[in-house]
């Protein structure tokens, strides 16, 4: 398991924790820490889990909006903690993180939902992300790394 896949699968593991407790924030970094003690005790790259928890806090209302939006025959609620709180991160990652390719957010997603949701997790989340992407990129709202993989991939293709 790569050191980002298990940095996501500790952030979801806590954010599901946070959502279970009732979204205390002042827990959170105790769960973090639990976390990452139960699943990763020699796991060094904290920053980037505590990156993507603090970014899913500090920006639930517009990723739960998000979410409504384009999953809305599912309110909120009636989601399962585990697919909310992957939802919740692939948004996060897909609208906020400049770092991280829109196909990279969206496949680490639909793994988590796979290894940790339902049955049909994987495929809903992929349908979520998929059509949160797809509205950016109507939007406009590319992100510059996904620019540049596109321009790498056209470059690719010249070559052949």
């Known amino acids: ?37 139960e699943f990763a005790p020699k796991f060094d790259d904290q920053k980037f889990v505590e990156d993507l928890v603090h970014g899913v806090m500090n920006h639930r209302a517009e990723l739960d909006e998000c979410i409504m939006q384009f999953a809305p025959d599912w309110p909120l609620e009636a989601l399962t903690l585990i697919d909310r709180n992957i939802l919740r991160l692939g948004v996060y990652e897909l609208k906020f993180v400049d770092a991280i390719p829109a196909k990279v957010a969206i496949n680490e997603a639909i793994e988590l939902a796979k290894g940790f949701g339902g049955q049909s997790s994987g495929r809903f989340v992929n349908g979520v992300l998929g059509a949160v992407y797809k509205d950016m990129v109507t939007k406009g709202e590319i992100k510059k790394v996904d620019q540049e993989v596109k321009e790498e991939v056209k470059k690719e293709i010249k070559t052949e």
């Open 1 to 37: 398991m790569s050191n980002r896949h298990l940095s996501r699968t500790i952030a979801m593991q806590s954010l599901y924790q946070w959502d279970f407790l009732g979204m205390e924030d002042e827990k959170i970094s105790d769960i973090i820490a639990f976390n990452r003690q």
